[in-house]
């Protein structure tokens, strides 16, 4: 059964910064292109980053790229995110996903999430 379990969230002031963690099962996590996604209060499904087999190859959105970063651990089964200058537009529901296709990219795979860390970013 494949399953995701993130985890590093919580309440942070603005300009401050969060590690959220990611440990998948069910499935060969280095077979995987992963990706994290968030869902804000009322508003739609968000993309934020993937990141390819071995890591070595990343894309972010717009709004995060310079303070965000994406990694990965295939010895530790972990997928990471690092964000910082963390602002009240971050603050939302953060699910990492992986690839609907393995060794591919393409596209998420939403019915891989777990329940998601929450980031709430607030004075």
């Known amino acids: 059964q494949v399953q995701t379990v993130e985890s590093g969230g919580g309440l942070v002031h603005p300009g401050g910064s969060l590690r959220l963690s990611c440990t998948p099962s069910?499935?060969?996590?280095?077979?995987?292109?992963m990706y994290w996604v968030r869902q804000a209060p009322g508003k739609g499904l968000e993309w934020i980053s993937w990141?390819?087999?071995?890591?070595?190859?990343?894309k972010y959105r717009e709004s995060v790229k310079g303070r965000f970063t994406i990694s990965r651990d295939n010895t530790k089964n972990t997928l990471y995110l690092q964000m910082n200058l963390l602002s009240a537009e971050d603050t939302a529901l953060y699910y990492c996903?992986?690839?609907?296709?393995?060794?591919?990219?393409?596209?998420?795979?939403?019915?891989?999430r777990g329940q998601g860390t929450q980031v709430t970013v607030s004075s």
């Open positions: 996903l992986r690839d609907r296709t393995p060794r591919l990219r393409g596209g998420f795979d939403w019915h891989s």
């Open positions: 069910g499935f060969i996590f280095s077979n995987y292109w």
């Open positions: 990141i390819n087999l071995d890591g070595s190859e990343t």
